[in-house]
């Protein structure tokens, strides 16, 4: 399993960075990225701790391959552009922008200022507009397949619009806790309910696998 969205407890999530591992590798994970949330207020700060730890753990903690990361999230769509290079700067490998979900109020226009910006990966999009979706395929900005309750609801939305554009997908499980990281079954069940094909799922874990720079799962 390998997952591009996670959290730990330098945000809202529940644990240390090690023990995040850990609890991903007895689940079966190789990699994630660190993507705690992230504004101008704490960018620094977050991207100072998470950066260390990968450095003092050799990038791998009990097995898995951690890079650091962030999600900026609901920040002003007009301040997106400098948050993204900036988490660059300070050393983020793969940068998460907070898409405009069902499940919360984001700033109208924040999709796409993401794709403008080029992030990594545009998280949990909900109605991503097919402008937009064109956009981060010009951009090489992925689109998420969320396995979290409330972002989940356009998943088929997402990989729908996705088709039509030619845009790349990623899967995230937007963890917090224990219980919000599926294993590699349970996540390609997830994408299936999306309604993806067999080849589409592949191509989405060959995606996290390129950001992570290790070999795609075998599905």
Partial sequence: M??????????????VPAELA???KVKGYRGLA????CDHSNLASVLEKTTRFARETGGAAHGVKVLPGCEITHAPPELVPDLVQRARELGA??????????AEPVAEGTNEAAVEAGADVLAHPGLVSEEVARKAAENDVLLEVSAR???C????HVVQTARRTGAGLSFGSDGHEGSDYPTLQHA???AAGAGMEPDEIRDMFANNARLLDLDPPSL
């Fill in 153 to 156: 609801l356009t998943n088929g």
């Fill in 188 to 190: 390609r069940n997830i």
């Fill in 22 to 24: 850990r609890r991903c």
């Fill in 34 to 37: 660190l993507t705690d949330h």
């Fill in 2 to 15: 390998l997952d591009l969205h996670t959290h730990t407890f330098f945000s809202d999530g529940s644990y």
């Fill in 93 to 102: 490998e793969v940068v998460l922008v907070h898409g405009e979900s069902l």
């Fill in 149 to 151: 309750k409330g972002h």
